[in-house]
């Protein structure tokens, strides 16, 4: 059974840093490329990154280039996505996604909420 079980959001103020993590379990963790997305409240599921199955393959999308990134280990089935630099506009539910046996699984999310 995979599941997917997001943790380490939270309130922090404009400029804060937070690293989420992402925990995987049911499939074989090292071969499957990891998403971030993000969904803030009436707008729809956006994508914030993706990490390939070697931990350099990494991408993030402009909005947050230079202030996420993206992280793996292998050995502990967890995906990172360290954010530095944060702005009320990243305020959201943030989901981690693997695509895995032609099925997409998503965690519960958690969320995030940058405001002073």
């Known amino acids: 059974q995979v599941q997917l079980v997001e943790s380490g959001g939270g309130l922090v103020q404009p400029g804060g840093s937070l690293r989420l993590s992402c925990v995987a379990s049911?499939?074989?963790?090292?071969?499957?490329?990891m998403n971030w997305y993000r969904q803030a409240p009436g707008q729809e599921r956006e994508l914030v990154g993706t990490?390939?199955?070697?931990?350099?393959?990494?991408n993030v999308v402009d909005s947050v280039k230079g202030r996420f990134t993206i992280s793996r280990d292998n050995l502990k089935n967890t995906v990172y996505l360290q954010m530095s630099s944060l702005k009320p506009e990243d305020t959201a539910v943030y989901f981690c996604?693997?695509?895995?046996?032609?099925?997409?699984?998503w965690g519960q999310g958690t969320q995030v909420t940058v405001s002073s």
């Open positions: 990490i390939g199955m070697v931990p350099w393959s990494t």
């Open positions: 049911g499939f074989t963790f090292s071969t499957v490329a």
């Open positions: 996604d693997a695509r895995w046996n032609r099925v997409n699984y």
